[in-house]
Structure formats: C-alpha cells, structure tokens
C-alpha cells in the first residue's frame, strides 16, 4: 500500500469528521470540492470510508461519537489519533471516528437572492441550489431525505440502492437511487426535471400513485396528486438547467416568462408596459445578473421604450415620463 494511499484515507477520514462540526462552513464546503477534484479517487475514498460506517452497530455508534467528540480540532486529526483510525485496516477503522455523521442530524443551507451555491454531501452527491432557495439534509442509515423548503434544486445523487434519496417539497415526494434531477417548489406543487436515469415521484396522500419520470423528461406533480408530464423531447432540460452556470437561455420561452426569470435573481425588478408583447417570443442567453442588458435588448428588439427607475426598477414599454417644462 502506497504512503500516498494511506495519506489520502488519512485526509478522508478527517474530511469526514470535520464535516459533523459544528465549525463546518462555506469555506469548508470550497476546501472539501477542491479535495475531491484533486484526483478522481477521492471521491471513491470518502464514500468508501463513510459507507463504512453503515455496518457498524449501534454500541459502536456509540463508541465513536466519544471519540469523535474528544478528537483534536487542531490539524483535523492529531497523529496519534490517524494511526488508530488506519490501524485495523482502513476505511472500516475510519469510519469510527465520524460517528454522528450518520446519526441522522440534518444540515441546512440557503442562498440569498441571486445567489447560486453548489454542497458537495457527505455520501457523494452533490446539490446545486438556485436563488433564494433553501434545503434541508438529513442521511440516516437507511434513507437519505432532502427538504426543499423554498425555490428550486438540482441533485446528483451518489448510487446506493440500499439508501434511497428522497426530495419533499411541500407534500409531493420524489425518490431516486442514482441519477441527476432537478426541483422547484411552486404554489401548490412541485416541478421535477430528470436529466440522468429515473426518478419516481408522487403526492404525499397518494403514495400509491407513483409516476417515473426519465431523462429528458419534465413533470409537475401537484398536493392535489394531479399529475401533468412532458414527454416531448423538444424540451431541452439543459437550457432550462442554464441557471447551474448563472445563464438564462430564453430560446422559446415568452416574454412575459423570461421577465419572471429574471426577477427570480434580481432586486432590481423588470416591469413590462406593453401587455400585447406577452406573449411573444423572445430568444438569447443572458447572465442571471445582468437585466439591464435584456431590456435593452427587448426595447431594440421591439421597437418599445425603456425606463430605468433608480436602482429597483426597469420598465419596458408604455409611456416615458418625462420632466415637464416650467409654464411660460
């Protein structure tokens, strides 16, 4: 076995220990991806070593939670304390040094508006969450549970049949074991848009009424157990998915929607005048943060004037007021 080897199962058990801090930050999220991205065999690692603990039972839970609340915070893991987590054969004797990592306790995270954040999970997914958006993450032993309270999210979940991943928003339920799919909360429901593999999903009163939904697929499942699904493969999941890379591709979409895309990232609003352009399509791509250049674009476009009122507002069409003249 390579000293590089025992390094790196060194490096996952700590990464595994901090991440059940209660010091764990936004900055260690950034050091923990950077980890991962070093080389394509940390990511097996950690989820080798965190799996590990899944045979463990309850007293040795038990056990390792002592353990891992009297471990050194200083340098992650002192070297002492290494040695005995590598001694009895790697990532099983890891594994008890993280013990509360699977107790069930949820995490919570939260963007501001116009905020896009990607959270690297401890059992290898990942979620990317858009604007003003916020989850809630619980991975227990035998379910892994997502809470979408507000906005929208985009999973890719690490495989592990023997632990189902499970998104609520609201009362509408979606489960998947190994894929790639996104959430949004509405008023009275969820949208699902499934860009690898299949997920299933239904309203909580009506759990016996699942729908899968596969690649390439879009589906609104409302509380009421309503179900309308998109099959049309017209439908381009990717640019609807712009919004992981802090893009909006409007190709298709009508005015009247590009604008409500917009407002989800901005505080200054766009207010459009003209009611009879509604409905017309307006194609391009544009950054989430930059309004100001699709309403130039749309005034250009149209033919409409445009109004910028201070720094909250951004009117398209109607009117322009202007400075009235004093009378002679």
Same mark, same amino acid.
């Given at each position: ?46 989820? =080798? ?5 899944? @045979? ?17 915070? =200083? ?32 995490? !919570?995270?939260? !963007? ?36 979408? *309270? ?11 049949? !023997? ?24 008023? =009275? ?21 699942? !729908?899968?939904?596969?690649?390439? $697929? =879009? ?60 409905? *017309? ?29 201070? @720094? ?8 322009? $007021? ?7």
């Amino acid at each position: 076995m390579s000293h590089h080897t025992d390094f790196a199962k060194d490096e996952a058990a700590s990464w595994v220990a901090r991440m059940d801090s209660d010091r764990w930050s936004a900055a260690d999220e950034v050091a923990l991806q950077a980890w991962l991205d070093v080389d394509h065999r940390h990511r097996g690692l950690l989820l =080798h070593t965190q799996a590990a603990w899944l @045979s463990l039972d309850s007293e040795q839970q038990a056990g390792s939670r002592d353990r891992a609340v009297r471990a050194p915070s =200083h340098g992650l893991l002192g070297a002492p304390a290494r040695r005995r987590v590598l001694a009895a054969g790697g990532a099983l004797a890891a594994s008890l040094v993280m013990g509360a990592l699977w107790l069930g306790s949820a995490s !919570t995270y939260s !963007t501001e508006l116009g905020e896009i954040r990607k959270i690297p999970l401890a059992d290898g997914s990942s979620a990317t969450i858009n604007s003003s958006s916020k989850i809630d993450v619980r991975l227990a032993k035998q379910l892994r549970e997502v809470r979408l *309270e507000q906005g929208e999210a985009w999973f890719q979940v690490a495989k592990d049949r !023997t632990r189902p991943f499970q998104v609520e928003a609201g009362a509408v339920i979606i489960q998947a074991v190994g894929t790639a799919f996104s959430v949004r909360r509405r008023d =009275h429901g969820a949208e699902i848009i499934v860009t690898e593999g299949v997920v299933e999903g239904w309203a909580a009163q009506a759990d016996g009424h699942r !729908t899968r939904i596969t690649a390439g $697929q =879009h589906a609104f499942i409302g509380d009421n157990a309503a179900i309308r699904l998109v099959s049309d493969k017209s439908v381009d999941v990717a640019r609807t998915l712009a919004w992981r890379t802090g893009s909006i591709d409007l190709r298709g979409r009508a005015l009247t929607d590009a604008i409500e895309e917009f407002n989800r990232y901005n505080r200054r609003k766009l207010v459009l005048e003209e009611p009879e352009l509604a409905g *017309e399509q307006f194609d391009g791509i544009f950054r989430t943060d930059d309004p100001e250049g699709f309403a130039d674009a749309v005034s250009r476009s149209f033919g409409v004037p445009l109004e910028l009122r201070g @720094s909250n507002e951004i009117r398209i069409g109607g009117q322009i $007021q202007s400075k009235q003249t004093p009378a002679q």
